[in-house]
């Protein structure tokens, strides 16, 4: 299982302070955002800042946003609401059966640096590396829905330790959110494991590693 960090023994960057980080891929700062479920940090991605764009003003960021390069992507974060745009595997409604990365808004903040070297910074690095295996699995699995199908019960059989499987008392009976519900219970090694058998296979591309830039 992966654990989880207390969001209180970390300091975050005030709205006031977010909009006046320092931009630019070469000149700006590199960054943790941490993605929480209430006082808990769930997920921790190391970004840089693309450009400081809040006083961009859109129907979708009427306070301005943030956007942030994450594993070479553009994500981006709301300002006003403090919620970070992720992604995630979906079902198409639609015969026959498609998966897609689908964007979704969590709640977020975004971490003050840290000492390089002290156990804050330690954890957070244990964390972020938990989280960019995740994403580099989601994104080897979206290629196919036959794929996101073997990567989810792959999952499902690591986390609970048992190969036996019920398909009809399932928690999630569709694969994409099997795919979820796992992918954020599996440990590092699960991930890392099953990521590496998917890389070796024949018609799988490979995938570097993530990177802020």
């Known amino acids: 299982m992966r654990f989880s ?10 709205e ?12 700006g700062g ?46 981006n974060f709301d300002i006003h609401t403090s919620t970070f745009e ?16 689908s964007i979704v808004r969590r709640r977020a903040v975004i971490l003050k640096t840290l000492p390089v070297g002290s156990e804050h910074a330690k954890l957070l690095e244990m964390v972020a590396k938990a989280t960019e295996l995740e994403v580099r699995l989601r994104r080897a699995a979206a290629a196919s829905m036959e794929r996101v199908e073997i990567v989810a019960d792959l999952l499902r059989d690591a986390v609970l ?3 036996t499987r019920h398909p009809s008392l399932a928690v999630h009976k569709n694969a994409a959110d099997r795919f979820e519900f796992y992918v954020q219970r599996a440990s590092p090694q699960t991930l890392d494991n099953i990521l590496s058998v998917l890389l070796v296979r024949n018609d799988t ?9």
């Open 86 to 101: 992720v992604r995630c595997l979906t079902m198409e409604a639609v015969r026959p059966l498609r998966v897609r990365t």
């Open 205 to 213: 591309p490979v995938i570097p590693p993530c990177a802020a830039a």
């Open 30 to 75: 590199d960054y943790f955002i941490a993605v929480t479920a209430g006082e808990t940090i769930t997920h921790v991605f190391h970004v840089k800042l693309r450009n400081q764009r809040q006083s961009q003003i859109q129907s979708s960021y009427p306070s301005g946003y943030e956007p942030f390069v994450v594993f070479g992507k553009e994500w």
């Open 16 to 27: 006031v302070e977010i909009r006046k980080l320092q931009g630019g891929l070469k000149a």
């Open 5 to 14: 960090l207390p969001l209180g023994i970390f300091e975050i960057y005030t």
């Open 161 to 163: 330790q048992d190969p």
